[in-house]
């Protein structure tokens, strides 16, 4: 009995590249992806000081084997694997022992094949990826609500996570008398939108492509986005006025 299924998966664009035709030989997924350090000389001394260290790209590159029943299959099979990489970017998705993980990217290279004239009914293929951020995730996100809120609070949020994770809050505004500003923190940084708010205002702020609207009108804001650390964060919510406000966010669980 095939067991191809219920272990390890890789698939790309929602094309699956590992089943009873397309068999897995080798995948890099573990490393770490690249770092960038920000440094300093001292030059009247033997040594130099790190000033921040960032995540760059990583690369992924993934060895597979073909085969198929004829030439004619083969070929079928080859054109059906070359328009699933043709889209500009895509999901890489991995399965493994039950847990899916999920990275955007992009194919860099063009030479994928490895097939022999004589080769009729099989072929070697490698595909390299490189991801447009360091971090994989789960498909599905979290996502926490507050509903009713009135008052000030301070709320722990669970990152569990390895990596910190850029979250979306939305805060829809149920009912507000003289609401003139509302302010969103987490950890030690701290987003504060200043206007006059009315009741169904839906105030949206984008903490990964770093954008604050309400209603899909870009707003001013003061301060810098806050981002979700792993492990435990405090969440902070005030607001200058009366209010019943309704506050979720939705956010990734990341991993290196």
Known sequence: MKSWWITDQVIFNWFWLQNEYFVTTKVNVWNMPGINLLTYENPKSDWWGLLDRFYKQRTITVVWHIHAANSKELNSRIDALKKALSIKQGY????????????????????IIN?????????NFT??????????SERTRESIL?????TEINEDVFNSGSEYSLPIINILVQDETNLTSISIGIGDSTLTIARA????????????NKTVTVNDESVDFTWKFPRLESW???LNVAAEGTYTLDISLLYPKNYL
């Not at 097939?115 to 072929?123: F, G, L, P, S, V």
């Not at 595909?127 to 994989?136: D, G, I, Q």
């Open 92 to 111: 890489l998705d991995m399965r493994f022992w039950g847990e899916y993980r999920r990275i955007l990217c992009t194919l860099t290279n063009s030479d």
């Open 115 to 123: 097939r022999e004239h004589y080769d009729i009914t099989h072929a």
């Open 127 to 136: 595909l390299t990826f490189r991801a447009e951020k360091p971090f994989w």
């Open 146 to 150: 507050f509903e009713g809120i009135d």
């Open 197 to 208: 708010f009315e009741a169904s205002d839906i105030l949206k702020i984008d903490t990964d």
């Open 232 to 234: 435990v964060n405090n």
